[in-house]
Protein backbone atom coordinates (compact mmCIF):
# COMPACT_ATOMS: atom_id res chain seq x y z
CA UNK A 1 0.00 0.00 0.00
CA UNK A 2 1.71 3.61 -1.40
CA UNK A 3 1.67 6.31 1.21
CA UNK A 4 2.35 9.58 1.14
CA UNK A 5 3.34 11.92 4.12
CA UNK A 6 4.12 15.61 3.62
CA UNK A 7 5.88 17.74 5.95
CA UNK A 8 7.36 21.32 6.34
CA UNK A 9 4.74 23.17 5.54
CA UNK A 10 4.10 26.74 7.49
CA UNK A 11 3.60 30.56 7.57
CA UNK A 12 6.33 32.97 6.25
CA UNK A 13 5.95 36.51 5.01
CA UNK A 14 6.72 37.54 1.62
CA UNK A 15 10.45 36.41 0.27
CA UNK A 16 11.01 33.70 2.33
CA UNK A 17 11.70 29.98 1.92
CA UNK A 18 10.54 26.83 2.68
CA UNK A 19 11.73 23.24 2.51
CA UNK A 20 8.80 21.14 1.89
CA UNK A 21 9.16 16.79 1.95
CA UNK A 22 7.53 13.37 1.62
CA UNK A 23 7.97 10.60 2.81
CA UNK A 24 7.32 7.38 0.70
CA UNK A 25 6.39 4.12 1.86
CA UNK A 26 4.97 1.14 -0.37
CA UNK A 27 6.57 3.13 -3.21
CA UNK A 28 9.48 2.27 -5.27
CA UNK A 29 12.50 4.67 -6.03
CA UNK A 30 13.82 1.97 -7.67
CA UNK A 31 11.06 1.28 -10.50
CA UNK A 32 12.22 1.98 -13.88
CA UNK A 33 9.32 4.16 -14.52
CA UNK A 34 7.80 6.53 -12.07
CA UNK A 35 7.01 9.65 -11.11
CA UNK A 36 6.69 11.84 -8.74
CA UNK A 37 4.93 15.48 -8.15
CA UNK A 38 4.13 18.22 -6.07
CA UNK A 39 0.62 20.08 -6.80
CA UNK A 40 -0.78 22.70 -4.68
CA UNK A 41 -4.73 23.98 -4.41
CA UNK A 42 -5.41 27.26 -3.03
CA UNK A 43 -9.47 28.30 -1.75
CA UNK A 44 -12.01 28.51 -4.59
CA UNK A 45 -9.27 26.98 -7.31
CA UNK A 46 -8.51 23.98 -9.01
CA UNK A 47 -5.46 21.89 -7.50
CA UNK A 48 -2.63 22.61 -10.10
CA UNK A 49 0.65 21.25 -11.11
CA UNK A 50 4.21 22.99 -9.66
CA UNK A 51 6.64 20.42 -10.79
CA UNK A 52 7.49 17.04 -11.14
CA UNK A 53 10.33 14.47 -11.46
CA UNK A 54 11.09 11.22 -13.25
CA UNK A 55 13.22 8.12 -12.75
CA UNK A 56 15.77 9.77 -14.33
CA UNK A 57 15.24 12.81 -13.05
CA UNK A 58 14.27 15.25 -15.74
CA UNK A 59 12.24 18.06 -14.29
CA UNK A 60 9.09 20.09 -15.48
CA UNK A 61 8.00 23.43 -13.71
CA UNK A 62 4.60 25.25 -13.74
CA UNK A 63 5.77 28.91 -15.26
CA UNK A 64 4.96 30.75 -11.99
CA UNK A 65 7.35 28.68 -10.02
CA UNK A 66 9.73 28.41 -12.41
CA UNK A 67 13.34 29.98 -10.89
CA UNK A 68 11.69 30.17 -7.36
CA UNK A 69 11.27 26.19 -6.57
CA UNK A 70 13.01 23.72 -7.40
CA UNK A 71 11.94 19.75 -7.17
CA UNK A 72 14.74 16.97 -6.10
CA UNK A 73 14.67 13.17 -4.66
CA UNK A 74 16.91 11.14 -2.36
CA UNK A 75 16.39 7.93 -3.54
CA UNK A 76 18.01 6.25 -0.73
CA UNK A 77 15.63 7.80 1.57
CA UNK A 78 12.52 7.12 -0.26
CA UNK A 79 11.75 11.50 0.12
CA UNK A 80 10.75 13.52 -2.32
CA UNK A 81 11.44 17.38 -1.97
CA UNK A 82 10.54 20.85 -3.07
CA UNK A 83 12.88 23.64 -2.21
CA UNK A 84 10.57 26.84 -2.15
CA UNK A 85 12.48 30.65 -2.84
CA UNK A 86 11.16 34.22 -3.16
CA UNK A 87 7.82 33.19 -1.51
CA UNK A 88 5.20 35.63 -2.55
CA UNK A 89 0.83 35.57 -1.36
CA UNK A 90 0.31 33.92 -4.26
CA UNK A 91 2.41 30.79 -3.26
CA UNK A 92 -0.05 30.37 -0.44
CA UNK A 93 -2.30 26.71 -1.20
CA UNK A 94 -2.47 23.29 0.26
CA UNK A 95 0.78 21.19 -1.29
CA UNK A 96 0.19 17.81 -2.15
CA UNK A 97 2.84 14.91 -3.00
CA UNK A 98 1.45 12.83 -5.77
CA UNK A 99 3.24 9.34 -7.47
CA UNK A 100 2.24 7.21 -10.20
CA UNK A 101 4.27 4.68 -12.35
CA UNK A 102 4.23 5.24 -15.60
CA UNK A 103 6.88 6.34 -18.36
CA UNK A 104 4.66 9.35 -19.27
CA UNK A 105 5.53 12.02 -16.49
CA UNK A 106 3.14 15.52 -16.96
CA UNK A 107 1.97 17.78 -14.70
CA UNK A 108 -1.17 16.67 -14.84
CA UNK A 109 -3.37 16.14 -11.72
CA UNK A 110 -5.20 13.75 -13.36
CA UNK A 111 -2.50 11.05 -14.09
CA UNK A 112 -1.44 10.71 -10.92
CA UNK A 113 -2.66 7.64 -8.74
CA UNK A 114 -1.36 8.46 -5.50
CA UNK A 115 -1.62 11.23 -3.04
CA UNK A 116 -0.43 12.46 0.42
CA UNK A 117 -3.11 14.49 2.68
CA UNK A 118 -0.94 17.70 2.21
CA UNK A 119 0.88 20.73 4.36
CA UNK A 120 -0.42 24.27 4.42
CA UNK A 121 1.79 26.81 3.16
CA UNK A 122 0.78 30.20 4.08
CA UNK A 123 2.48 33.17 2.85
CA UNK A 124 1.53 37.14 4.12
CA UNK A 125 2.54 40.34 2.65
Known amino acids: QVQLVESGGGSVQSGGSLRLACAAS??????????MGWFRQAPGKEREGVAIINVIDATVYADSVVGRFTISKDSTENTLYLEMNSLTPEDTAMYYCAAKYSVSCRLDVSMFDFWGQGTQVTVSS
Open 26 to 35: GYSFKSINYC
